[in-house]
């Protein structure tokens, strides 16, 4: 069964079912972090970002990332550094902003904005995975 881009043309897809599932765990992992932001005291991206399970999602993509190069998939895996690691630098951009008194509104505001954006990348991520499409990242 050959999977299609956007654009209607073959992607390579030389059984790339065990990564597909690998993907969906991370995907799943990056939920299960940012789900633990939701319910508890901790906020969306500080749970991204510092929870096990969303470190544990970066190193399986770090490690299996190789294995999906030159297909769709590796679209997303691009996707899910990016996110991982743009929430990073936004949170470090936060606790700049609290570390003054005028900033902390900034900081809170920026924290409240990046853990949407995560919520977005992660839903947004799987349910294209769902439908085997790739996503949008520049050209790596």
Do not use: K
Not at 79 to 96: E, K, N
Not at 129 to 138: G, H, I, K, N, Y
Request: with cysteine; charged share 10%.
């Amino acid at each position: 069964m050959a999977d299609f881009d956007q654009n209607g043309e073959i992607i390579r897809s030389d059984n790339l079912d065990g990564q597909r599932a690998w993907c969906h765990i991370m995907y799943g992992l990056h939920a299960l972090s940012a789900l633990s932001g939701i319910l508890t005291s901790a906020s969306i991206i500080g749970a991204f970002v510092f929870g096990w399970p969303s470190i544990i999602a970066v190193i399986i993509n770090y490690v299996t990332r190789a294995n999906v190069r030159g297909t769709w998939l590796e679209t997303h895996w691009r996707w899910q550094l990016r996110s991982f690691w743009y929430a990073a630098l936004w949170l470090l951009v936060a606790g700049l902003l609290a570390i003054t008194l005028i900033g902390i509104p900034a900081a809170i505001l920026v924290i409240v904005v990046t853990g949407l954006w995560v919520l977005y990348r992660v839903i947004r991520g799987w349910l294209a995975l769902l439908d085997r499409r790739p996503m949008p990242v520049p050209p790596g």
